[in-house]
């Protein structure tokens, strides 16, 4: 009777969700549902305190180094402009904060005038490279910082440049300085495509720091080229971008340059990306946000040999501004310029680019400085999409408040009364390993990269094997509530609470990230800010699993999995039909794009490009340690009525992950697509992780939005609430039971709803604490925080079922090793974490295997908790 109240539960449930998804269709079929809104221009201008130097100048060295704009040299006109030469300075001036306002303090000189020359700033100060004055080229190099407390500028010198070089660009990717381009001396026929760099990790500036040569660019020879760092989805990279070279030697054959290229320094390899709209000639332009490069001023050439002809009537330089995206490589316009300030430096000042003095025509400089700012689009979350949201929200508290009813006892509210029917045992499996991270976090990660990391979740139905045949008939032969008892029984209690302990750890830094970097993903895609979707998911979370336990839990999963693979279709279809083509069409850009790769064939463990052993290594580990070690999901085989219908459950989750990959790695590949036929609808201000919450609100039709974001919402509820329930399950019946705390099943049931409450009000103010929107993938780090504790939880399991002379002293000392090895691997290497979790493993059961072989045989009775003890019975 309970069971098929249980499944009548589940069908209307599961109605409730289809009727959703159906009535947010027929709202979208609208024509005002469908309207999508043009993207206004990408960047807002305004302007700061201008230059002391009243004519401006051209060719500074510009940078920022604590908390101050520093300008340096360049070279101008005296006035009348047309009737002099061109003047060289040696100032410096600086924009700092005084009294709450941002003022200019004019400096003690540079040891000589100079100008064009080449400048980033770094955290020790601002460098500036090479440059050059009426008759000379330089090699110098020196450093500039501001001294807070002194209020005034140091001149620090640095090595030479292995020659002299000017109207060049340079750049910083990490604590590496590269400078691509420039003139020998004074004539544009000695511009070369020379690479230098230098490696400022060394703190000896006069003994090993030293300029290297790197590998030329394919590129012809330039100058008055544009560099640029900026992060192409696997790793930081430059991007050289225009420029200007002499063609033949006729002084007036000069080329004006448009095309691009991409600069990978871990590899010291070349690539030619598509070119630029038009000429981009001493470009002005910086990275901005996590994809964009923003150009934001250069010359075309168009009427570079008229200016003694045109003279003051000479229009100034093209006031369009462009952006770059390095993912979908694509180039689209970002609005008008106010100014188009050519031959200087654009600086990164807090969030602003700032743009200081420049040339805005021929002879003609300008002292304004320009702060720069992108602008995000914003569309209405609308009526109905809140609506939506709010319905399917309260949906979620009113299946907690059903079952709280039915609640009587902890083994209602552990393992749902043994009643749980194995489809929905299954989804919950799916839905709990799904996770909201893995909707926004792998198609973001297919989008940017690949489909390597789909290999990863093939492994899990070979990994069902070992849960459905090892693991589940141990949990279920000692009637498991937690996941570690099995490791008392096997090993000791001291063992059994370490790794209880480390689990309450894990899950509570696990809500703590997918409340937080859901929030961030999110909050491109809600009226809401991270920190307060952090808050409504941490609220609604408490209450419907404090209330109703693991039942609400597995019924709400079991509602995200219809919903969230629902509206996974429906995104797929209206990526590819947004982007005008078809489904080959579809195929077609994305080979083009090498998006449907899935190995990488090389040895190593740190590239960005993950190696296809690193791949399936790691993610057999990791689902390892998952289904045999995590106590949420574990759980899940404890809810059926018995074995085989726990098994259907594990099987049913491992073919859920196949249809459930391939939707998700192919969303990301539409969304590649879709927004490489529309480069325009990308937000400079929207992170890798947003791209696919930003195509659900502002691309999606009304209602159908509502529905996902909710879902989306739902899917992290449902992670957050799993691991609030499997956690207060091992705090009671790990630490509370066996000290007998409560004195009777009532007692010990209002102790797992407190415990509940207080796990997940320590979750919830993690997730606040963690919100971090520098983060570049949120798969990554997710990656990373399940390798940390993980690998040791599995190791114990392996290491217990798999050997019969593991003892309790091995086990013990292999788990601590394992997590010290662990945090050593996070804090100082540098290996991809998608091997953390098989490094876990490996060292936990190697020295734990070793101390035990030196402890003597286990003295415990091993009946039924190996492999090699557990009997034909259990097997089946």
């Not at 400048?119 to 090479?130: A, E, K, R, W």
């Not at 200081?356 to 304004?368: A, F, L, N, Y």
């Not at 569309?379 to 939506?388: D, L």
């Not at 599995?794 to 002293?809: P, S």
């Amino acid at each position: 009777m309970t069971n098929g109240l249980h499944q009548m539960s589940l069908s209307r449930i599961c109605i409730l969700g289809f009727a959703c998804l159906i009535s947010a269709w027929l709202i979208a079929l609208s024509p005002s549902a469908t309207a999508l809104a043009q993207s206004p221009s990408m960047f807002s201008w305004s302007e700061l305190p201008e230059l002391p130097t009243k004519l401006g100048v051209a060719g500074p060295f510009a940078g920022v180094h604590n908390d101050a704009l520093i300008v340096a040299g360049g070279a101008n006109f005296p006035e009348p402009i047309w009737e002099t030469e061109k003047v060289w300075h040696d100032t410096i001036d600086v924009l700092h904060h005084q009294n709450g306002k941002l003022v200019w303090s004019r400096q003690q000189p540079l040891p000589r005038p100079i100008a064009y020359g080449m400048t980033v700033s770094t955290p020790d100060g601002v460098l500036c490279i090479g440059g050059n004055d009426a008759s000379d080229t330089f090699a110098s190099t020196f450093l500039l910082q501001w001294d807070v407390n002194a209020q005034q500028t140091i001149i620090l010198e640095y090595p030479d440049l292995p020659k002299p070089c000017a109207y060049g660009s340079a750049a910083l990717i990490g604590e590496k300085v590269f400078v691509v381009g420039g003139q020998n001396d004074s004539a544009l026929r000695s511009a070369g495509n020379h690479v230098f760099s230098l490696d400022l990790s060394s703190s000896d500036r006069s003994g090993t720091l030293a300029w290297q040569h790197e590998a030329d660019f394919p590129g012809s020879a330039r100058a008055f080229n544009l560099c640029v760092a900026q992060h192409n989805g696997f790793e930081n990279c430059l991007y050289v971008i225009g420029g200007r070279r002499q063609a033949s030697n006729d002084d007036k054959d000069i080329e004006f340059l448009s095309d691009v290229w991409e600069y990978a320094p871990k590899k010291s390899t070349w690539k030619r990306r598509s070119d630029a709209p038009r000429p981009i000639v001493a470009g002005v332009g910086l990275g901005i946000g996590q994809s964009h490069i923003a150009v934001l001023g250069g010359a075309d050439g168009t009427l570079f040999f008229k200016s003694d002809e045109l003279k003051d009537q000479h229009p100034g330089f093209p006031k369009e501004a462009f952006a770059y995206h390095t993912i979908t490589d694509t180039w689209t316009s970002a609005g008008e310029l106010p100014a188009n300030h050519v031959t200087t430096i654009a600086v990164q000042w807090n969030d602003q680019i700032i743009i200081p003095s420049g040339e805005v025509r021929p002879r003609v400089r300008s002292p304004k400085v320009w702060s720069v700012q992108g602008r995000t689009t914003t569309k209405g979350f609308g009526t109905i999409n809140y609506v939506v949201l709010v319905t399917y929200l309260l949906a979620m508290v009113g299946i907690g408040v059903y079952f709280a009813r039915k609640t009587k006892n902890t083994n209602d509210f552990f393992r749902g009364g043994q009643n749980i029917p194995w489809w929905a045992a299954g989804c919950s499996i799916f839905a709990t390993m799904l996770s909201s991270l893995t909707f926004t976090g792998i198609p973001s990660k297919s989008f940017a990269q690949d489909w390597v990391y789909a290999v990863g979740n093939f492994t899990i139905p070979l990994v069902a094997f070992l849960a459905v045949y090892v693991a589940m008939p141990f949990y279920r032969r000692i009637d498991a509530t937690s996941a570690y008892e099995y490791l008392e029984k096997r090993f000791s209690r001291s063992v059994r609470l370490f790794g209880s302990a480390s689990f309450t750890l894990f899950h509570l830094f696990r809500m703590a990230v997918v409340m937080s970097l859901t929030g961030l993903a999110l909050a491109v895609a809600t009226p809401l800010t991270p920190l307060q979707s952090v808050l409504l998911m941490g609220l609604l979370s408490i209450l419907y699993c404090t209330m109703g336990g693991v039942e609400a839990v597995i019924w709400t999963d079991t509602l995200q999995t219809v919903v969230l693979l629902g509206g996974a279709l429906l995104a797929i279809a209206l990526l590819i039909s947004g982007a005008g083509t078809d489904l080959s069409g579809f195929i077609e850009i994305g080979n083009q794009g090498n998006k449907f790769s899935i190995a990488n064939l090389h040895w190593s463990a740190t590239d960005t490009q993950i190696a296809l052993w690193v791949i399936v290594i790691g993610a057999i580990a990791q689902n390892v340690s998952s289904y045999t070690a995590d106590q949420a999901v574990v759980q899940r085989y404890m809810t059926t009525a018995d074995k085989k219908l726990a098994a259907r459950s594990i099987w049913t989750n491992a073919l859920l992950t196949i249809p459930a990959t391939l939707l998700f790695f192919s969303i990301g590949t539409a969304l590649y697509v879709f927004y490489k036929a529309h480069p325009e609808k990308l937000d400079p201000t929207v992170t890798t992780d947003q791209v696919f919450p930003m195509f659900i609100a502002r691309e999606m039709p009304i209602g159908i939005a509502g529905l996902i974001v909710a879902g989306v919402f739902a899917a992290a509820q449902s992670t957050v609430s799993t691991s609030m329930n499997s956690t207060a399950t091992t705090i009671v019946t790990d630490f509370m039971r066996p000290l007998n705390c409560c004195k009777s099943e009532s007692g010990y049931l209002k102790a797992a709803r407190l415990w509940t409450l207080a796990i997940g009000v320590t979750g919830t103010l993690l997730g606040l604490a963690f919100v971090d929107p520098t983060i570049k993938s949120l798969f990554d780090a997710f990656i990373k925080v399940i390798g940390l504790f993980m690998g040791v939880l599995g190791g114990l399991f392996i290491l217990g079922a798999f050997t019969r002379r593991a003892n309790a002293t091995g086990a013990f000392v292999g788990a601590l090793v394992g997590a010290a090895t662990m945090v050593w691997l996070w804090q100082s290497s540098s290996i991809n974490g998608y091997l953390y979790t098989a490094c876990g493993i490996t060292t936990c059961f190697v020295v734990g295997y070793a101390v035990s072989m030196l402890a003597g045989a286990p003295k415990t009775n091993l009946e039924g908790l190996t492999i090699h003890t557990l009997g034909t019975s259990e097997r089946s």
